[in-house]
C-alpha cells in the first residue's frame, strides 16, 4: 500500500516535521507528533505576532541557498554572438609552480607570500623604485608647476616662464638620488642667461662641451649685450685699508665707458646653433642708456677703415629650432628693416616675436611703422612701444613728429591683416583707424585666421583745434570720445573678423584715483564686460547676436553733496573691478564730481 501523494502529505520545505512515517512505532510516534505542534504552535504565533504589527520589519529572508535555487537565469536571445554561455575554468593554479598543484592558502609559502608586513618593518622599496610621474609631482609640489615652451606665450612672462627663481636650493636636491639629479637638471638647465661678450660665450662653450649631457635640457637661452662697463681709477686698484668713497647713486670712482668685448649677432647665433639642438625661445636684450650704442650684426662690423677685410657672403647661421623670439631694448637691436630682415634670416621658423622698447621715442615708431609694412610669417605679434601707464595731459613732441610724417595705426593694421597672423597683442597709442583699414584689407572674411585683439592704449591719435585737448585721462571727455570711438570700431570689425574670439580694448593710468574705472571694453566667449552706451549695444547686437553683457549698470555710485556745496561720487566697486561701465557717466567727473 502506497502513501497518497498529494499536496496535504507532501511538503518539499517541511517534509521531515510533518510527514507521517509508518515505520516508527506509535508511542514515539505520539511524541514526535507533540513536538511539532509545539513547534507549529511557536511558529504561528510568530507570524500572527509580525504581521499584526505595521512597523515590525516584516519576515526575515530565505537562506541564501534557497535563493540561489529558485534563481533562473533569462534566456540569451538568439542575436547575441553567443548564444551559449562557455562554461568558465575555476581551477586557479600557479603559473609559476612546477607541479601545477592547485591554489591552496593553506600553504606555508603562499601564506608567506600574501601576509601583510608589521607597520615598522620595511618591504624593500626606495625612493629610486618609484615611478617617474611620481618624482615629477614631487618636484611640481616643491619648486611649481613647469610652463612648457611650446605654450601660448600671449599670456605669460617669458622672462620668468622656465626660470626658478629658488635654483640654489634646487641644485641642493639633486643630491637626493641619481633619479632626481636627471630631473633637477632639466628644470635648471631650461633657461639660462649669457652675457653677450666674447669671454663669455667662450667659456659656456667649454663648459657644455664638457658636459654634452645637459645641452638638450636647455629650451630658452636668454643673451643680454651690456651698455656699459667699468674703468676703475687708481684708488680702486690700490691696496689701501681705506674704502672707496661711494656717492648716494652707488657709484664710486670708478668710471664707465662703452663695452668693447661685446660679441656680434653672427657670433651670439653660431653659438646658439652649435651647443643647443632643442632651444625653442631666444632673447635679445639690447640695454637701454643713454645714447646707447647699437649691437653689432656681423664679426667685421666696426671695425677701422684702414683695416684691409676680405669681401664675404654675409649670411647668418640658421636656427631651425628656434620657435619664439623676444626683444628687450628693441632699439639696440633693431634700427632699421634691414637689421630686422638680418635677424629673421637666422630663424626661419620663426612663429612668435615680442618685441619691447625701453623708452618711447620718435624712432621706434618710424622704424617699426617700416618693418610692419613688410609681408610676415609670424602667428603671433606682441609689440609694447609705449609701457610707462601714466596720463599725459597733451600730446608730447615725439609724437608730433611720427604724426606729421606717417599713420602708424595704418601700418599695425597692415600687419594685423597678414594671413597667418593668429594673435596681435599691443601697447601704444592706437585709434579707430586700426580697425577701419584692418576691415578693408579683409576680402574673404572665411579666410581671416585672426583669433585675439589685445589694445592697451596710451592715448588715441586724433586731430585736436587746441594742445589742452589731446589729453589722456577718465575727466578728459575728448579722450574718452575717442575711446568710445575705438571700441565702436573694434566691434563692427567683429563682422568680418568671424575667427576673433577674444577682443580687449583697455586703458591703464596708474595715476587715476579710481583704478576700477579706467574705461576697457572685453569680449570673450560670447560675453562683454566694460564701456557701453545705447550705440555700443546696438552695433554689438547687429554683428554677434550671440554676446551678452554680464552686467549693465546706470551709475558709477552714489553721487550726494558736500557741506561746501561740492559733488561727490561714492564708487560701487572701490577696489573690485568693475563690469559695467557707462560711457555718459565720465562727464560728471569732467565736470569737476570729486571721487571719495
Known sequence: MSLPSGPMFLDDEHGDSLAVEARIPRIDRDQSMDEDEGKATVELASI??????????????????????????????????????EPRNT???????????????????LADMLAVPPAGESIGMGLNDL??????????????????????????????????????????LSLVSPAWRILIQERLYRHIKLKATVA????????????????PYIKHIEIWFPVFQPKYGPLALSNANTLPTVTPDGLTNASYILPIDNCSLE???????????????????????????????WIDDGRSRHEIVEPRLKVMPKIDSIRTLICKGQWNLIRGEDDFATITSALPNLKEWHGSYSKPKSKSYLTMAEVLAKPMRLTTLNLCIEADYRREHTFPPYFLKVQSRVHFCSRLALAAASPSLEHISYTGRVCKQFFVDL???????????????????????????????????????NFIGAFEALVLAGIKALGKLKAVEYLRIRFVDLDSPVPPLNPYF???????????????????????????????????????????????????????????????????????????
Open 48 to 85: 500572527m505576532t509580525t504581521t499584526s504589527n505595521p512597523v515590525s520589519p516584516g519576515p526575515s529572508s530565505p537562506p541564501l541557498d534557497q535563493r540561489i535555487q529558485d534563481f533562473v537565469p533569462p534566456t540569451r536571445p538568439s542575436s547575441t554572438p553567443f548564444p551559449q554561455p
Open 91 to 109: 581551477d586557479f593554479r600557479f603559473l609559476s609552480s612546477s607541479q601545477g598543484s592547485l591554489m591552496d592558502l593553506d600553504e606555508p609559502e
Open 131 to 172: 615611478p617617474a610621474e611620481i618624482h615629477e609631482c614631487i618636484l611640481d609640489h616643491l619648486f611649481g608647476f613647469r610652463v612648457s615652451p611650446k605654450s601660448k606665450s600671449s599670456i605669460m612672462r617669458w622672462g620668468t616662464a622656465l626660470r626658478h627663481p629658488r635654483r640654489k636650493e634646487l641644485s641642493e
Open 200 to 215: 663669455s660665450l667662450r667659456d659656456s662653450f667649454t663648459y657644455f662641451s664638457a658636459h654634452p649631457h645637459l645641452r
Open 267 to 297: 657670433e651670439a647665433f653660431y653659438f646658439v646653433a652649435e651647443c643647443f639642438p632643442e632651444v625653442c625661445v631666444l632673447t635679445l636684450e639690447g640695454g637701454e642708456r643713454k645714447k646707447a650704442p647699437k649691437v653689432k650684426h
Open 439 to 477: 576691415m578693408a584689407r579683409q576680402k574673404d572674411p572665411r579666410a581671416a585666421r585672426l583669433k585675439s585683439i589685445d589694445l592697451t592704449v596710451k592715448n588715441c591719435c586724433r586731430q585736436v583745434a587746441h594742445w589742452n585737448e589731446s589729453g589722456a585721462s577718465i575727466t578728459d571727455m
Open 522 to 596: 572685453l569680449m570673450h566667449n560670447g560675453w562683454c564686460s566694460g564701456v557701453w552706451s545705447d550705440a555700443i549695444i546696438a552695433e554689438l547686437n547687429r554683428v554677434r547676436p550671440d554676446a551678452r553683457f554680464e552686467e549693465l549698470s546706470e551709475s558709477f555710485g552714489v553721487v550726494g553733496i558736500t557741506k561746501d556745496g561740492r559733488m561727490t561720487i561714492s564708487p560701487d566697486f572701490p577696489k573690485s573691478r568693475a563690469l559695467s561701465l557707462k560711457l555718459s557717466n565720465y562727464a560728471l567727473l569732467h565736470n569737476g564730481i570729486a571721487i571719495t
